[in-house]
């Protein structure tokens, strides 16, 4: 009796061992004749989350940040960061210097979400927009993109709903993943890099 009851529990560990190990997919139930279908939804999905990391939508404000008026700033080679923006929005004109440090990049969600901001403006001195740095602003109606500018990151500009135009200057190398993606209203792009090149997944649509 206790010899069956040992290999009873055996068999239960191993069937419940090989549903925990069998593929997601193997066990969603689909429509016939869609599987194809709903296995590319999936895929998809799987590399939306990977590419933008939507669960990460607060700013990268740390123990070491330092707050200067209107941003809070980490220090990094030759200048610093900004991590975050807690001014009241409108047109911003985002200086070449705080604390008499140059400012290089804009951070991860720096601007997330920041439905009070207008318009934006970035200074020669900015070299990198980071991942979804204004993403989801949605009355944002008015961005100049700085000379030094080289990445745009991405979901950098995702949402930005009122934006009709752009200008992408010269110095710009890398536009990043969904950079434009959801900017409804955006019918004009200049890009004034001539070598410039990035495929339709730029201005795509994501959840």
């Excluded at 925990?20 to 599987?35: D, K, Q, R, T, Y």
């Excluded at 991860?108 to 970035?122: E, P």
């Excluded at 080289?150 to 990043?176: C, D, R």
């Amino acid at each position: 009796m206790k010899r069956r009851f040992k290999l009873m529990i055996s068999g239960l560990i191993i069937i419940s061992v090989g549903i925990f190990l069998m593929p997601i997919s193997a066990l969603a139930e689909v429509p016939n004749g869609a599987a194809g279908t709903i296995e590319s939804e999936q895929k998809m999905t799987l590399a939306d989350g990977e590419m933008l990391d939507p669960a990460g939508d607060s700013p990268e404000i740390s123990i070491n940040s330092v707050h200067s008026g209107d941003y809070w700033y980490d220090d990094i080679a030759g200048g610093i960061k900004i991590v975050a923006y807690s001014g009241s929005g409108g047109n911003v004109d985002i200086p070449a210097t705080i604390d008499g440090k140059s400012v290089l990049e804009i951070g991860t969600d720096a601007f997330y979400g920041k439905a009070s901001l207008t318009g934006v403006n970035l200074p020669n001195s900015i070299r990198s927009l980071g991942m979804r740095s204004f993403y989801n602003c949605p009355n944002l109606n008015s961005v100049f993109l700085g000379n030094s500018l080289m990445t745009i990151g991405n979901g950098s500009f995702w949402g930005a709903q009122a934006l009709p135009s752009i200008i992408v200057p010269s110095s710009v190398t890398n536009i990043g993943y969904a950079a434009f993606a959801n900017c409804n209203a955006l019918t004009k792009i200049t890009i004034l890099n001539s070598a410039l090149v990035f495929d339709g997944q730029v201005f795509g649509t994501i959840p």
